[in-house]
């Protein structure tokens, strides 16, 4: 089966996050088994009760006890964000002028189709050194399922290519991306007589300046390797009162940040709680919870990495970093040196008509190909 056809049977399989990926995961492990693949399935419980499974397939290693160690994982995540009711063809691969169109066809159903089909061209047998196929769950909701392997320790990697839209060009680094919800309570009261109440949205507004001061500071901690240099944040919602003449009693506002490689996600939530604890010294009456949901560290390959390295040859593009999230560092965690790589570009993902090049995913074929013969035979 080429690769187009993998990448048709693939996108057919609804995986949004919100459902069970077990349709998908099936699939693979019968692909994997078929070519000789030892294959294993995590499974856990999301956090409403629905099924979710990560999968290894191992070449060249086998399962016990003790974690199996590869030289090179190939990593993709199986499970796509929601698409609009009135794109009909979602699940259908449609090719129109070179370019393959579906929910998943970049991100990264493209790569995962990729990495299978290279793996089926490879001579198993003359493996020398352990190769490991990962697909993963939960990615597009905070990185869930790569988390959940990299706290088991299921896996030890020396390399990992990890699968996401960067149109093939290698990325050696990435930032972080964390998430907190903030809430600031006041006391209602007739808009009237303002003295009766506390403004939880003036009391939000003064904590957010404070935050916007934390900002600039951040400006000065660089990594030159991104752009922008530092890490970014952003109040990207904010939610608060109840009618249009009464004081508000609440203020929610939602604070992400993208810190960069080397900087702890914790150093702009310090500076969070210290500004917090600065307009608590200056109103007795402030009140604020902070609800501090993820906080995912960026991370950092050497650009003398034998991995970096060799996809810059076989790619022929310089390697480069990403700004936003992916399971690069949770590859790190178990050991690997981890690059980014796949077909598609990431600013086409997640949208209605995403799409991946047919050129870029039958290029990704033999970069993958290459990679394992050039690591592991």
């Not at 459902?19 to 999301?46: H, K, M, W």
């Not at 016990?64 to 009909?88: I, K, R």
């Not at 939000?204 to 000065?220: D, P, Y």
Request: net charge negative; aromatic share 6%.
């Amino acid at each position: 089966m080429n690769v187009q056809q993998t990448l048709t049977e693939l996108v057919a399989i609804d995986s949004v996050s919100s459902r069970s990926n077990a349709t998908i995961v099936d699939y693979l492990a019968g692909r994997c088994a078929a070519i000789g693949l030892e294959v294993q399935a995590f499974p856990y419980t999301d956090e409403v009760g629905v099924q979710k499974t990560n999968l290894v397939a191992l070449a060249g290693s086998e399962f016990s006890a003790a974690a199996p160690q590869v030289e090179l994982a190939l990593v993709g995540h199986t499970d796509t964000v929601p698409y609009a009711a009135d794109w009909t063809d979602a699940l259908r691969l449609t090719e129109r002028e070179g370019k393959l169109y579906g929910r998943g066809a970049c991100d990264t159903k493209g790569f995962i189709a990729a990495a299978l089909t290279a793996t089926e061209s490879v001579a198993l047998k003359d493996l020398r050194q352990p190769l490991a196929l990962i697909f993963t769950a939960d990615e597009e909701i905070g990185l869930i399922g790569a988390k959940r392997l990299a706290e088991a320790g299921a896996i030890r990697a020396r390399y990992a290519i990890v699968g996401e839209p960067t149109s093939l060009r290698p990325m050696r680094a990435g930032k972080g991306y964390c998430l907190a919800e903030i809430t600031v309570k006041g006391r209602e009261a007739h808009s009237a007589y303002p003295a009766l109440g506390t403004s939880a949205v003036f009391g939000a507004a003064r904590l957010i300046t404070r935050i916007e001061e934390i900002a600039v500071q951040l400006c000065e901690e660089t990594h030159p390797a991104f752009e922008p240099a530092f890490t970014t944040l952003n109040v990207g919602l904010i939610r608060g009162g109840s009618a249009k003449n009464v004081i508000a009693g609440e203020c929610r506002f939602t604070l992400e940040w993208r810190p960069i490689p080397g900087q702890s996600p914790k150093r702009l939530l310090d500076r969070v709680y210290a500004a917090i604890a600065a307009e608590q010294t200056r109103d007795p009456d402030f009140v604020c919870d902070v609800d501090a949901a993820r906080a995912d560290e960026g991370f950092e390959t050497s650009p003398e990495s034998k991995l970096v390295s060799l996809l810059t040859e076989l790619s022929g593009q310089p390697p480069g970093t990403v700004a936003f999230g992916t399971e690069a560092a949770q590859l790190t965690t178990l050991g690997a040196e981890a690059v980014v790589l796949g077909p598609g570009d990431i600013r086409v993902a997640h949208r209605t008509g995403e799409f991946v090049p047919v050129s870029e995913l039958e290029t990704c074929v033999g970069i993958l190909a290459q990679a394992i013969r050039r690591l592991c035979a």
